[in-house]
């Protein structure tokens, strides 16, 4: 299963150092809990703030108890060291199933 989250920031300062420092920092994280980062990319309109990351969930994981499990562990908080929380204001995540003949399928 895959998975698009699409991280709202605050500012574009603030976009650009999740972008550039903590992002990068979950694909080493991610896969202790069975998640692989394909890429993640930052808005192209001007303004938006926006990351989007691409995600894959190996078999039996569950997304949601992926989210609590990395949310609340020392991983995550290694990943966010010196990132104000508060200056993500919205996360969405879209579930995806890949169709027969898709080159992620």
Partial sequence: MYQIRIYTLRTAE?????ATVHWPRHITSMP???????GFWT???AG????????????GI????????????PELSEDMWGFD????V?????????VAGSPLA
């Fill in 14 to 18: 603030a976009l650009r150092q999740y």
């Fill in 62 to 73: 569950d997304p949601a108890e992926f989210t609590a499990a990395y949310l609340a562990s």
């Fill in 90 to 98: 919205d996360v969405e995540e879209l579930l995806l199933d890949p």
């Fill in 48 to 59: 938006a703030h926006r990351l989007i990351a691409l995600l894959s969930f190996q078999e």
């Fill in 85 to 88: 929380i508060g200056d993500i």
């Fill in 32 to 38: 202790s809990f069975g998640v692989t980062v394909h």
């Fill in 43 to 45: 808005e192209h309109q």
